[in-house]
């Protein structure tokens, strides 16, 4: 399918020949209109789904097993250390906020720990150089655990970044005219190794 603009909206199109039909026995409609907004809020709460309390741990290992086997495991460093100690705490944080504590100090903290973390990251990246490597279960949950709110992320992430998720995933969808329901798949395997964030908390 096409994108196309209509009257100020996104929709999508597909604009079947009618004598390709004819010929090939294939019934479908002249044209197939989608709206993009009846889409995407369906599709983006399926995709956040896996990140449910309930199924983050099944999430986890998916996308930890996805990845190809000859790839080296990644060595640990002192680097990947405080940044998962840096999002351990932050996760403390934010649930002592939840609990009360007094947003100036908890505020300070996060701050701090931030500036940590990042200098640990910044370090871990030059450290890294070019060659793809498998992620460990502890980076990949502390990948996921820096997303935050996925739900959140995706309805307010640049249409440019949420489309690089879309891509990076392998997702696939099937619009059935008949039926007016769209079938959605990923392929996590799509990351070949390699899982990186686009611009912004997406």
């Not at 044209?31 to 309930?54: C, G, I, K, M, Q």
């Not at 250390?81 to 944080?93: F, G, H, P, S, V």
């Amino acid at each position: 399918m096409q994108g196309q603009y209509n009257h100020g909206d996104a929709y999508y199109r597909c604009r079947f020949p009618q004598e390709y039909a004819l010929a090939n026995q294939v019934p479908h409609p002249r044209n197939v209109y989608l709206r993009e907004d009846a889409l995407t809020d369906p599709l983006d709460t399926w995709l956040a789904s896996a990140f449910t309390p309930h199924r983050i741990e099944q999430t986890i290992t998916a996308l930890t097993d996805a990845q190809p086997l000859n790839l080296p495991p990644a060595p640990p460093t002192a680097a990947q250390t405080i940044i998962n100690e840096c999002d351990a705490k932050l996760e403390r944080y934010r649930a002592a906020l939840d609990a009360g504590a007094d947003p100036a100090a908890v505020t300070g903290w996060i701050a701090q720990t931030q500036t940590e973390r990042a200098r640990a990251e910044a370090k871990l990246d030059a450290n890294a150089g070019n060659s793809p490597r498998r992620m460990s279960r502890a980076e990949t949950t502390g990948l996921v655990t820096t997303l935050g709110d996925i739900a959140a992320a995706l309805r307010d992430a640049d249409p440019a970044d949420k489309a690089e998720v879309y891509r990076q995933l392998g997702l696939r969808l099937t619009y059935q005219p008949e039926t007016q329901t769209v079938r959605a798949s990923v392929d996590l395997s799509a990351h070949r190794g390699v899982m990186v964030c686009v611009r912004g908390a997406t």
